[in-house]
């Protein structure tokens, strides 16, 4: 949804270096999440965040940490990436349904 | 912890043929989420089941809840290119805070 944006879409970077990437929603939702999408491994939760001072891990936080600057920014940082951190990433937010709404998502290469 | 499969997980089929694809709980679900990926894009929600043998029907896609809650299905009839992409399911966890997605159908459609 044109609602939920991403930055950068795509980003190549090198072994060690620190990256951020950026989620900006105009939804007016609380909840907001960072998945990972691998082939064949479907979407993988990293963080969610109820609200501002609401941050929860999900199955795979190690390497990553998150920051909610306020209800409608969600950002998600890798200290030092590594080649295997090289994947789709999805920012989403949702309703009181759990219905999520997916940004357009960031191709990260870490090489 | 939870995990949701799906079946299979890649499908080749002639435009005009039926496709299906089958999602497995380990634990009973409140309610199953179905999402539709486009090659090159984000994953959009399609609908929601509640109910145990729920049924519900979008033009050529029919939705099932199992009676059990813990298995859906999701049937194209007479594919169209344009139903090429990858579908997930998903529920809730146990304590309501999050999705787990299903690993994914890869469905691609041949002219």
């Known amino acids: 949804d044109a609602d939920v944006t991403q930055t950068p879409r795509n980003r190549i970077t090198k072994t060690g270096k620190r990256i951020m990437l950026e989620c900006s929603q105009t939804?007016?939702?609380?909840?907001m999440y960072w998945y990972r999408q691998d082939p064949g491994l479907g979407l993988r939760l990293i963080y969610y965040?109820?609200?501002?001072?609401?941050?929860n891990k999900g199955e795979i936080s190690d390497g990553y940490s998150v920051s909610r600057q306020a209800q409608a920014k969600f950002s998600l940082s890798l200290e030092s990436a590594i080649p295997n951190q090289t994947a789709l990433y999805f920012c989403?937010?949702?309703?009181?349904?759990?219905?999520?709404?997916f940004g357009p998502g960031t191709r990260l290469t870490v090489l | 912890g939870q995990q949701v499969m799906q079946i299979p997980q890649y499908q080749h089929v002639q435009e005009g043929e039926d496709f299906t694809t089958y999602c497995n709980s380990s634990?009973?679900?409140?309610?199953i989420q179905w999402y539709k990926q486009r090659p090159g894009g984000h994953p959009v929600f399609l609908i929601q089941l509640v109910k145990s043998g729920e049924v519900k029907k979008q033009k050529r896609l029919t939705f099932q809840f199992g009676e059990a809650k813990k298995n859906s299905s999701l049937h194209i009839t007479a594919t169209q290119t344009t139903d090429v992409g990858t579908y997930f399911c998903?529920?809730?966890?146990?304590?309501?805070?999050?999705?787990?997605f299903g690993t994914g159908t890869r469905l691609l459609v041949s002219p």
């Open positions: 634990t009973t679900l409140s309610n």
């Open positions: 939804k007016g939702h609380d909840r």
């Open positions: 989403a937010t949702s309703d009181f349904k759990d219905t999520q709404y």
């Open positions: 965040s109820f609200d501002v001072k609401d941050i």
């Open positions: 998903a529920g809730p966890n146990t304590g309501f805070q999050k999705l787990v």
